[in-house]
C-alpha cells in the first residue's frame, strides 16, 4: 500500500511539474488581435506575460518579398497552421508571411519579444530589421534552407508602435505543417527569462532523469543477466530521453545547426522503436500471453517504418510519417490486449503495468489526434508527460520483480542450508548404522562361517548352508556399501568400468577396447551395485583363468534393454566345469548367477570363432 500510495505521488509529481512547465499568471481580460492589430497601451504587464494571439494578416505566395508584400491578406487566428486556411488551399509545403502592427505606447521600449521555436525555416522582422533568423527564406525549394538556430529568443522592442513580420517557409520536409504553432509573447525581460530558463531546467530535468534510469537498468542488466527485462527497459529509457532532447528547446542550445532533416528522422524514429521496444519487455514478464503470433507480426511491421527511416528522401519520410500517425493507435491496441489477456491470467504485476499502459496510451493517442486534427483532448504535448510517469512506474515494477527474485533466492538459499543439514545429518546416521551392521552382523557371520568351514566338507547339507552364509555375507556387504555410498549412479557403473579397463590397457600386457555408454540412470541404485559386481567378478575370471591377449567391453543400451557385453580371446570358458571343485569359480559364477536373477536379467555364455562371450541382457 506505502509502495503504490509512493507511486501515485510520483504520478501526480510528474503530471504538476510538467503542466506547469508553461504556466504563466494570465490576467482576467487578454487583449487579442483584430484584422491584423492589437493594443497593448492599456495592459498591465507588471506580473504578466501576453501571447500575441488574434488575427493577423496573412500572405501567402512562392515569390514573396517580406519588404513589399502585393495583394490583400486574409486575416487568420494564431498560433495555427496554414494547412487550414483557405487561401494555401490546404497545402503542407510553401512559404507565408504573418504581419501583425502593434500599438505599446508608452511602455514599448520596457518591455522584451519572446520569439517561440517554430517548425521551418524562418525571419523575424521588427518594422523593417531582421532580428531573427535560422535560414533562407524562399518560395523556392532548392533555396529554403536551414544553417543554424539563434541561442537568444529574446529581444528589445522599439520605443514606438511597431510592426512584427514573420516569413515562413516549409520544404524538403523539415516539418509537416506549416504555421505559426506557438505565439510571440511580450513582457518584461525578468518575466521572460524566468519562464525561459524553467522550461530549460525543467527540459534537463526530464532528460536527465530518464536517461539515468536507463544507465541504472543497463547497469542492473549486466549485474544480472539472466533477466532481459532490465536490458530492454533501459534500451525505452534511452529512446524516451532521446526523444524528449529532440522535441525540446534544448536541443537547439547543444547543437543549433543540426538539420531539420536528420531532427524528424530521429524523431520519427523513437517514436517507431517505442512499440517494438515495449513488446520485447512485456513478452519477458508475460511469456504466455506475448509469445502469441497475432502481437508479433504487427511489432514486426515497425520494421517496415524503421527501413523508411533509413533509406528514403526528405519528402519520402514526412509522406510515410503522415501514413505512421495512423499506426500507433493500432500498436497500442495490440499491445493492451496483450496486457488484458494477462490480467485475466492473474500473473503478477500485469494490473499495474496495464494501468501505465493506459496513460502511456491516453497520452499517445492526444498528441496522435492533436497531429491529425489540431485538437487536444489533454494537455498540450501529453505524450513526454506519459512516457515520464510510464518510465518512474515501470522502473518500480522491474526493481520490485528483481526484489522478489532476490527474495526466493534468499529463501531457496535458507532451505537448501536447511536441506544440507539435514542430509549431513542423515548420511552420519546412515554411516553409523552401517558401521553397526558391519561390526556386530558381519563379524557374527563370518564367525559362523568360520565354523562352518571345519565342520565336514562332504556334507551336503553344511555345503548348502554353507552357500546361503556367504550370500548372506555378501548381501549385508552390499547395504552396508550402498549406505556408505554419496555418490551417482554412474559412480558405481561406468566410472568403475572405465578405470577398470584404463588400468588394464597402462599394463601394456593385454590390449582392451571398450565402448562404454551412459546408461546406469535406467537402473535403481542397487541394480548399479549388482551389476559392477558382475563386471568386476566376469573381468577376474578373465584375468585369472582366461590368458587372454585381447579383451572387448561394451556397456549400452540396445532398445528396451541395457547390455553388457565382455569379449576376449583366452581359453574357452564352460561355467558347468568351473561350478564343481573349483570352489573359488563357483563361488564367484555363483554370485554373478545371483546377482543376475535379482536383475532379472539373462546371462549367456559363448565360444564362437576362438572367442569366448559373456552377455548380460537387463530387461528395462
Not at 514573396?64 to 483557405?86: A, C, F, K
Not at 504581419?99 to 520569439?115: A, D, F, G, H, Y
Request: hydrophobic share 45%; aromatic share 14%.
Amino acid at each position: 500500500m506505502i509502495a503504490r500510495r509512493f507511486i501515485l505521488g510520483i504520478i501526480l509529481s510528474f503530471f504538476f511539474f510538467c503542466s506547469n512547465c508553461n504556466t504563466k499568471v494570465k490576467p482576467v481580460f487578454l487583449p487579442t488581435a483584430k484584422e491584423g492589430k492589437i493594443d497593448l497601451s492599456s495592459f498591465d504587464f507588471r506580473d504578466n506575460i501576453l501571447p500575441l494571439n488574434g488575427e493577423w494578416a496573412f500572405f501567402w505566395g512562392p515569390n514573396l518579398q517580406v519588404h513589399s508584400l502585393d495583394g490583400t491578406p486574409v486575416y487568420e487566428n494564431v498560433p495555427s497552421i496554414w494547412r487550414t486556411y483557405s487561401v494555401t488551399n490546404h497545402t503542407l509545403e510553401g512559404m507565408g508571411v504573418y504581419r501583425l502592427n502593434v500599438v505599446c505606447l508608452p511602455l514599448c521600449s520596457e518591455l522584451k519579444l519572446k520569439i517561440p521555436r517554430i517548425p521551418g525555416i524562418y525571419d523575424v522582422y521588427l518594422d523593417e530589421e531582421r532580428i531573427f533568423s535560422n535560414g533562407n527564406v524562399s518560395g523556392i525549394d532548392e533555396e529554403s534552407l536551414l544553417s543554424s538556430h539563434p541561442l537568444n529568443t529574446i529581444y528589445d522592442l522599439p520605443d514606438k508602435n511597431f510592426t512584427i513580420t514573420v516569413a515562413i517557409s516549409v520544404f524538403r520536409g523539415n516539418t509537416l505543417k506549416g504555421g505559426m504553432r506557438s505565439p510571440l509573447e511580450v513582457g518584461f525581460d525578468g518575466h521572460l527569462s524566468e519562464v525561459d530558463r524553467f522550461q530549460e531546467w525543467a527540459d534537463i530535468f526530464l532528460i536527465t532523469v530518464i536517461f539515468s534510469f536507463g544507465i541504472y537498468h543497463l547497469v542492473f542488466f549486466f549485474a544480472y543477466k539472466k533477466d532481459f527485462a532490465p536490458l530492454y527497459f533501459g534500451l525505452f529509457c534511452f529512446s524516451v530521453s532521446i526523444y524528449t532532447f529532440i522535441t525540446s528547446e534544448i536541443q537547439f542550445m547543444v547543437v543549433p545547426k543540426m538539420s531539420l532533416d536528420f531532427r524528424i528522422r530521429s524523431e520519427f524514429f523513437c517514436e517507431i522503436i517505442f512499440f517494438p521496444i515495449t513488446y520485447c519487455l512485456l513478452r519477458v514478464m508475460f511469456p504466455n500471453q506475448f509469445r502469441r503470433k497475432w502481437i508479433l507480426y504487427p511489432m514486426l511491421s515497425t520494421s517496415l517504418f524503421v527501413l523508411g527511416v533509413i533509406f528514403l528522401p526528405e519528402k519520402g519520410i514526412v509522406s510515410l510519417y503522415k501514413l505512421f500517425l495512423y499506426f500507433p493507435l493500432i500498436y497500442a491496441f495490440v499491445i493492451l490486449i496483450g496486457l488484458v489477456y494477462a490480467v485475466l491470467a492473474r500473473e503478477p504485476k500485469a494490473k499495474m503495468i496495464c494501468f501505465t499502459s493506459i496513460i502511456l496510451g491516453l497520452a499517445m493517442i492526444n498528441d496522435v489526434i492533436y497531429g491529425l486534427y489540431e485538437v487536444y483532448i489533454f494537455l498540450p504535448y501529453s505524450f513526454p508527460i506519459g512516457l515520464v510517469s510510464f518510465v518512474a512506474l515501470n522502473s518500480y515494477i522491474i526493481s520490485h520483480r528483481f526484489t522478489n527474485d532476490l527474495e526466493r533466492t534468499k529463501e531457496f538459499a535458507n532451505l537448501q542450508m536447511r536441506y544440507n543439514e539435514q542430509l549431513k545429518i542423515q548420511t552420519e546416521e546412515r554411516s553409523r548404522i552401517a558401521s553397526d551392521i558391519h561390526d556386530s552382523i558381519g563379524s557374527e557371520l563370518t564367525a559362523i562361517l568360520f565354523e562352518l568351514e571345519s565342520k565336514d566338507k562332504s556334507d551336503p547339507t553344511l555345503v548348502k548352508l554353507k552357500k546361503e552364509m556367504n550370500q548372506l555375507i555378501s548381501n549385508v556387504r552390499d547395504i552396508v556399501f550402498l549406505m556408505h555410498h554419496q555418490g551417482s549412479k554412474r559412480d558405481l557403473v561406468e566410472e568403475v568400468m572405465q578405470r577398470y579397463c584404463k588400468r588394464i590397457k597402462d599394463t601394456g600386457k593385454i590390449h582392451i577396447t571398450f565402448k562404454i555408454k551412459e546408461a546406469s540412470h535406467y537402473l535403481k541404485i542397487d541394480e548399479c551395485l549388482h551389476v559392477q559386481k558382475i563386471f568386476l567378478e566376469i573381468m577376474a575370471n578373465i584375468l585369472r583363468h582366461g590368458g587372454s591377449r585381447i579383451i572387448e567391453v561394451i556397456w549400452e543400451k540396445d532398445g528396451q534393454n541395457l547390455v553388457l557385453r565382455i569379449l576376449n580371446d583366452g581359453k574357452k570358458f564352460d561355467p558347468f566345469l568351473r561350478s564343481g571343485s573349483d570352489a573359488a569359480g563357483g563361488l564367484g559364477l555363483e554370485n554373478i548367477r545371483i546377482r543376475s536373477e535379482k536383475l532379472k536379467a539373462s546371462l549367456q555364455y559363448e565360444y564362437l570363432v576362438k572367442k569366448n562371450t559373456t552377455q548380460l541382457v537387463i530387461p528395462l
